[in-house]
């Protein structure tokens, strides 16, 4: 037992919300803790609290005062976004072509510039900028050609969610 709420709890610090330090923190035991007991865990929103926080140290870093320095969070699910709803936008390629992707995550990482640069990351910003309305492409899971399981290819429509599909998305918010 104990060994596998160690290997969580690394894993949570190293893999999910990616933590600078070599060390764990402590603050991510009671999560393990659940994930470990198999208790349904909804991380979306300790995800997104995480990834705010990093923009928020981001965004201090580009004052002269502060200076750039390293980012810790799950910068990941950011990218993985941006990839989503600007691959068309930004003609983004994988950077194997060769390769075909089953998972469509694998294939959004793939999408990701191996070289972290400054460049990269403004034609995103000016690919935002640009926007002069709401269009399909910025809302890639409601699109009604949606590829995936059943339940994410539903309309979800107000008023028309049953049950089950209130369970299923409840437990990723």
């Given amino acids: 037992d104990s060994e596998h709420i160690a290997f969580l709890l690394y894993w949570l610090s190293a893999c999910v919300f990616c933590t600078r ?3 764990v923190p402590k603050y991510y035991y009671t999560l393990t803790q659940c994930l470990h007991l198999r208790k349904k865990v909804c991380l979306s929103k300790l995800l997104l609290a995480s990834l705010y926080t990093c923009l928020d140290e981001a965004s201090e870093s580009l004052f002269p005062e502060t200076g750039p320095r390293n980012h810790s969070s799950p910068l990941w699910l950011l990218q993985l976004w941006l990839n989503a709803n600007f691959e068309k936008k930004l003609n983004l390629a ?8 089953n998972l469509k995550g694998a294939r959004l990482a793939a999408l990701t510039p191996k070289k972290q640069s400054i460049d990269n990351f403004a034609k995103y910003i000016k690919t935002i900028l640009s926007f002069e309305g709401f269009s399909e492409d910025l809302a890639p899971f409601i699109r009604p050609n949606l590829v995936g399981p059943a339940w994410l290819q539903n309309q979800n ?3 028309h969610i049953s049950r089950e599909m209130t369970e299923i998305w409840f437990g990723f918010l």
Avoid: A
């Fill in 21 to 23: 330090s070599i060390q």
């Fill in 94 to 101: 994988p950077l194997r072509t060769s390769i075909t992707y």
């Fill in 157 to 159: 429509q107000v008023g």
